[in-house]
């Protein structure tokens, strides 16, 4: 449901206080709260910035303890009555009202200045003993970073354009108290480096968000504790959000606390973990798994907990967990990579999610999935200037990666295969499990090889794995839906199957939440024909059908072919046909 904002309840237009000059002589309260509000699609769309606004109003946050200032701008269109579209403007909330302070004219949300002259003119208008940062939108990790505005061919902000933004606004002299990412993928130990100068606090999720994000009543704990530090209050926001969602949700749900203080140690760490995996990797060894070499390295780098996986056509973030990562290595290296542990657990100060594995509350960019794109990310991570022991490690598992062209397997699943021609068969289903078993469906252990396989509206469809929770997994079908490349995004819980939404296949950065499938879209599935005879894959699509979509399951087709789906070390993959299907 759209909630709207009224220019009667919660609009003071035109205020003067600034041209009177009340404000910069104002003594400072205990709080100065940012928020850049860059409402992309997830707000011309879907109204998820006008949900959050609607929050912030009505947190009951007195404006004696924060001043709130917020940054709006990047959307084609909001769903509310008061913020305009064609021009950005910055409110100040103040006692469950926003109040339009000064408006910027059009200016692109992607530029570095943007940011900047936000931070200055909050700054020297609002002083505050305390200063935090809240960035709202899409992100993207370590490679593509934060944000797509709508207005400026959804433009967005790298790392560094962050870090120029921060050192340009004078942060370097006068430190956040903390910054935050209401965004995907952000808790990454790049982003944390580069902060670590601006910043005394990073509060960030490592996996993707749900659309409506954090819960912005978290305001009013500054109305009993308004001088909170920023481990204080980032706790507050991680467990208002966590809250939000419950323990039963099966919604991906990560977010962290980060002291900045001690990043750049497990950055240290991590090159020096690197440092003995590059002596390991040095010839690109065919050495066996259990004795390390590219092989083991590779293995393990399969095995590491990945965030913001997709289907093979929405695969590209790369971002691992670093303290799966490292556990994985410590056999190999249980010196460096106990380092690695410890430095994490001084810089993460608070950690909750729901991941099915333990995770150590930072991400890093460790190239496998994206490996199609990988001369690009790693320019793009070689200029962020991070250990020169772990950049190397990553060209070097890169070139790995490029020259393998066959290896050893890591995983298998049966699939189901319609016959094109005598060489070549078209991809049609995809067991979820390795073992060839679906999950639990009314309480049946249905086996897909002999008895049946997934559909949507008569399609038969792959089902990718991309993510286990403790509460639910997610799969994904790579497709067309309307003029949107997307992955059709379906949860297996307890309570059985959902079609949950999709997710686009953004170029910059990883979409926050999904978007609904609404009746009378137009869909069209995505399938890999394979050729046996040149081992090569190729993409074709169905034709169009219109959602509402239903989930079924049902026997294959006579005459089509059941085989295995072979992944090797390097992503490269095989089929090979087992039997036919009578």
Same mark, same amino acid.
């Given at each position: 449901?759209?909630? =709207?904002?009224?220019?009667?309840?919660?609009?003071?237009?035109?205020?003067?206080?600034?041209?009177?000059?009340?404000?910069?002589?104002?003594?400072?309260?205990?709080?100065?709260?940012?928020?850049?509000?860059?409402?992309?699609?997830? #707000? $011309?769309?879907?109204?998820?910035?006008?949900?959050?606004?609607?929050?912030?109003?009505?947190?009951?946050?007195?404006?004696?303890?924060?001043?709130?200032?917020?940054?709006?701008?990047?959307?084609?269109?909001?769903?509310?009555?008061?913020?305009?579209?064609?021009?950005?403007?910055?409110?100040?909330?103040?006692? @469950?009202?926003?109040?339009?302070?000064? $408006?910027?004219?059009?200016?692109?949300?992607?530029?570095?200045?943007?940011?900047?002259?936000?931070?200055?003119?909050?700054?020297?208008?609002?002083?505050?003993?305390?200063?935090?940062?809240?960035?709202?939108?899409?992100?993207?990790?370590?490679?593509?970073?934060?944000?797509?505005?709508?207005?400026?061919?959804?433009?967005?902000? %790298?790392?560094?354009?962050?870090?120029?933004?921060?050192?340009?606004?004078?942060?370097?002299?006068? !430190?956040?108290?903390?910054?935050?990412?209401?965004?995907?993928?952000?808790?990454?130990?790049?982003?944390?480096?580069?902060?670590?100068? *601006?910043?005394?606090?990073?509060?960030?999720?490592?996996?993707?968000?749900?659309?409506?994000?954090?819960? *912005?009543?978290?305001?009013?704990?500054?109305?009993?504790?308004?001088?909170?530090? @920023?481990?204080?209050?980032? !706790?507050?926001?991680?467990?208002?959000?966590?809250?939000?969602?419950?323990?039963? $949700?099966?919604?991906?749900?990560?977010?962290?606390?980060?002291?900045?203080? *001690?990043?750049?140690?497990?950055?240290?760490?991590?090159?020096?973990?690197?440092?003995?995996?590059?002596?390991?990797?040095?010839?690109?060894?065919?050495?066996?798994?259990?004795?390390?070499?590219?092989?083991?390295?590779?293995?393990?780098?399969?095995?590491?907990?990945?965030?913001?996986?997709?289907?093979?056509?929405?695969?590209?973030?790369?971002? /691992?967990?670093?303290?799966?990562?490292?556990?994985?290595?410590?056999?190999?290296?249980?010196?460096?990579?106990?380092?690695? &542990?410890?430095?994490?657990?001084?810089?993460?100060?608070?950690?909750?999610?729901?991941?099915?594995?333990?995770?150590?509350?930072? %991400?890093?960019?460790?190239?496998?999935?994206?490996?199609?794109?990988?001369?690009?990310?790693?320019?793009?991570? $070689?200029?962020?200037?991070?250990?020169?022991?772990?950049?190397?490690?990553?060209?070097?598992?890169?070139?790995?990666?490029?020259?393998?062209?066959?290896?050893?397997?890591?995983?298998?699943?049966?699939?189901?295969?319609?016959?094109?021609? #005598?060489?070549? /068969?078209?991809?049609?289903?995809?067991?979820?499990?390795?073992?060839?078993?679906?999950?639990?469906?009314?309480?049946?252990?249905?086996?897909?090889?002999?008895?049946?396989?997934?559909?949507?509206?008569?399609?038969?469809?792959?089902?990718?794995?991309?993510?286990?929770?403790?509460?639910?997994?997610?799969?994904?079908?790579?497709?067309?839906?309307?003029?949107?490349?997307?992955?059709?995004?379906?949860?297996?819980?307890?309570?059985?199957?959902?079609?949950?939404?999709?997710?686009?296949?953004?170029?910059?950065? *990883?979409? =926050?939440?999904?978007?609904?499938?609404?009746?009378?879209?137009?869909?069209?599935?995505?399938?890999?024909?394979?050729?046996?005879?040149?081992?090569?894959?190729?993409?074709? !699509?169905?034709?169009?059908? &219109?959602?509402?979509?239903?989930?079924?399951?049902?026997?294959?087709?006579?005459?089509?072919?059941?085989?295995?789906?072979? /992944?090797?070390?390097?992503?490269?993959?095989?089929?090979?046909?087992?039997?036919?299907? #009578?």
């Amino acid at each position: 449901m759209s909630i =709207k904002l009224s220019y009667n309840r919660y609009i003071i237009v035109g205020l003067m206080m600034l041209l009177m000059g009340i404000i910069s002589h104002h003594t400072p309260t205990p709080y100065t709260i940012m928020i850049y509000m860059n409402g992309s699609d997830l #707000e $011309s769309d879907f109204g998820l910035a006008t949900s959050d606004l609607a929050e912030m109003l009505d947190s009951g946050l007195n404006a004696k303890n924060a001043n709130v200032l917020i940054f709006t701008g990047g959307a084609n269109r909001w769903q509310n009555d008061a913020i305009p579209a064609n021009e950005c403007v910055i409110w100040q909330l103040s006692n @469950g009202r926003i109040n339009e302070l000064k $408006s910027v004219g059009k200016v692109d949300m992607g530029k570095p200045e943007t940011l900047r002259d936000f931070i200055i003119y909050v700054k020297e208008n609002f002083p505050a003993e305390k200063y935090g940062l809240i960035m709202w939108d899409h992100g993207g990790g370590s490679i593509a970073g934060f944000g797509q505005d709508e207005k400026f061919n959804n433009s967005s902000l %790298s790392l560094l354009d962050m870090k120029h933004a921060f050192e340009e606004a004078g942060l370097g002299d006068e !430190k956040l108290e903390f910054l935050g990412f209401d965004a995907c993928l952000m808790a990454t130990i790049e982003m944390a480096v580069l902060a670590s100068d *601006y910043a005394h606090v990073l509060i960030a999720a490592e996996d993707l968000e749900p659309g409506e994000g954090w819960d *912005y009543t978290f305001l009013s704990a500054l109305n009993g504790r308004p001088r909170m530090d @920023g481990f204080q209050f980032g !706790k507050v926001i991680v467990d208002s959000f966590i809250d939000f969602f419950g323990d039963d $949700s099966d919604e991906i749900l990560t977010l962290s606390v980060t002291d900045l203080a *001690y990043v750049k140690p497990v950055m240290a760490a991590m090159g020096l973990l690197m440092e003995v995996a590059l002596d390991e990797m040095s010839e690109i060894s065919d050495q066996a798994y259990n004795n390390g070499g590219f092989n083991g390295l590779a293995t393990r780098r399969a095995k590491t907990k990945t965030f913001g996986e997709g289907s093979p056509r929405d695969n590209y973030a790369d971002m /691992v967990d670093i303290g799966d990562m490292a556990s994985l290595l410590k056999d190999l290296f249980p010196i460096q990579a106990e380092a690695v &542990h410890s430095a994490l657990k001084k810089a993460v100060v608070y950690n909750r999610h729901n991941s099915d594995v333990d995770l150590w509350g930072l %991400s890093t960019f460790y190239i496998y999935g994206g490996k199609s794109q990988g001369e690009n990310s790693l320019e793009v991570y $070689s200029a962020l200037g991070m250990d020169d022991y772990y950049t190397s490690y990553l060209q070097k598992f890169f070139t790995g990666l490029q020259l393998r062209t066959w290896d050893d397997v890591i995983h298998e699943a049966y699939v189901l295969l319609m016959p094109i021609n #005598e060489n070549v /068969v078209r991809i049609v289903g995809l067991c979820a499990h390795e073992n060839g078993n679906v999950p639990q469906m009314e309480n049946e252990r249905l086996n897909c090889v002999t008895e049946i396989w997934p559909k949507i509206n008569e399609h038969p469809v792959a089902l990718f794995p991309i993510a286990t929770t403790e509460n639910a997994r997610k799969y994904a079908i790579p497709a067309r839906l309307n003029d949107c490349e997307v992955d059709i995004i379906l949860s297996h819980s307890d309570c059985g199957w959902k079609i949950s939404g999709s997710r686009n296949r953004i170029e910059n950065v *990883y979409q =926050k939440g999904l978007d609904p499938i609404l009746p009378g879209d137009e869909i069209a599935i995505y399938y890999q024909e394979y050729d046996f005879s040149t081992n090569s894959e190729t993409w074709v !699509k169905s034709e169009a059908f &219109h959602a509402p979509l239903s989930l079924t399951w049902e026997a294959a087709p006579e005459g089509y072919t059941v085989g295995k789906r072979h /992944v090797d070390i390097c992503k490269n993959v095989m089929y090979s046909c087992t039997s036919s299907v #009578e």
